[in-house]
């Protein structure tokens, strides 16, 4: 819209390129002066919808100041300004982390959108992280291997994730309960989700014998 309100639709660039760019002036244009002209057409189109969404629908942004869950619809007159922020992290659930990737047109998290005459669409892309937790009874006995190593137990989705225990001395492995299962003391999690694997261990005397039968039975009988 020019200072009067008047709309006015982007026809084409002088020099017939596409109306997004890159100019290249010659030796000869820089000596002499280089002039590109953007044509336009009358148009009775004062407003134009942009779209602000985000790569998992349902998250909040701030625009111009307001909360708003995407995806967000907004009708505003062509030429003025949307203010839009968007967080590092986000964290929809326990377990779960969502962080910044990049906006659909590369732009920073914090942006200034400029309305214009036809339908915008922009998207913030989100990746998401994932806990990975293991626990023990008693915790002490345990003592994890995680590779790749995480600084604070979360993961990119979907990396595969190597699992293994140390057991102190004195205690014998089960099996693995929880978001694993199964008796092998090494295993591999694909980190899709949250999860949680609980390592179930008991004690054993200090030779590493859990006891000693007589093979006549438990209550044999002596002659």
Not at 42 to 54: E, G, L, R, W
Request: aromatic letters at 8%.
């Amino acid at each position: 819209m020019d200072a009067a309100g008047h709309g006015w639709a982007f026809k084409s660039w002088s020099n017939g390129g596409a109306a997004t760019q890159v100019v290249l002036p010659s030796n000869a244009e820089i000596a002499t002066g280089f002039r590109l002209t953007a044509n336009f057409t009358p148009t009775s189109q004062t407003t134009a919808q942009t779209v602000i969404q985000t790569s998992r629908a349902g998250l909040h942004l701030l625009v111009n100041g307001a909360d708003c869950v995407t995806p967000c619809m907004f009708e505003r007159t062509i030429g003025t300004f949307i203010n839009v922020s968007a967080s590092a992290i986000i964290q929809p659930a326990a377990g779960e982390r969502l962080q910044f990737t990049a906006w659909s047109d590369g732009r920073a998290r914090d942006r200034t959108i400029t309305v214009a005459n036809s339908t915008q669409t922009f998207t913030a892309n989100y990746q998401s992280f994932y806990r990975l937790a293991g626990t023990s009874d008693p915790a002490s006995a345990v003592t994890w291997h995680f590779s790749p190593a995480s600084t604070d137990g979360y993961y990119s989705a979907p990396t595969a994730v190597a699992i293994s225990v140390d057991l102190a001395h004195g205690y014998s492995f089960d099996s693995s309960t929880g978001d694993a299962s199964g008796a092998a003391q090494a295993i591999t999690a694909t980190m899709d989700r949250p999860r949680n694997i609980r390592v179930q261990i008991h004690r054993v005397s200090s030779d590493g014998i859990d006891a000693v039968l007589n093979a006549a039975g438990k209550r044999p009988r002596w002659q």
